[in-house]
């Protein structure tokens, strides 16, 4: 009987205020996710880079390369701005 009320005591849950909230989770899988788009991007100004280097005078190829780098600038911009928009906004309601 006693062995039965050892495993009653250990089976009960804490308390729900420890769980972690919803919005750390939230903001966790966001910055998860905005980090993922900053190396995209990071690759893409790489591979343009390569891209613009093996043009060899080849006009449309250095047109890609550059359009390709503008375009990877332009991600990073928008992925940074989003990361310390969702910072500043966590912060602001935490």
């Known amino acids: 009987m006693s062995i039965f009320f050892s495993i009653v005591n250990i089976t009960h849950a804490g308390v729900i205020t420890e769980a972690t909230p919803i919005t750390s989770i939230l ?10 788009v900053g190396i995209v991007g990071i690759l893409g100004l790489v591979v343009s880079g390569v ?16 359009n390709m780098a503008i375009g990877s600038v332009i991600g990073l911009v928008i992925a940074m701005s989003a990361l310390i928009l969702t910072g500043q906004m966590a912060s602001f309601f935490a």
């Open 27 to 36: 903001l966790n899988v966001l910055n998860f996710f905005l980090s993922i």
């Open 51 to 66: 891209m613009y280097i093996t043009a060899v005078g080849d006009e449309n190829r250095m047109r890609s390369a550059k």
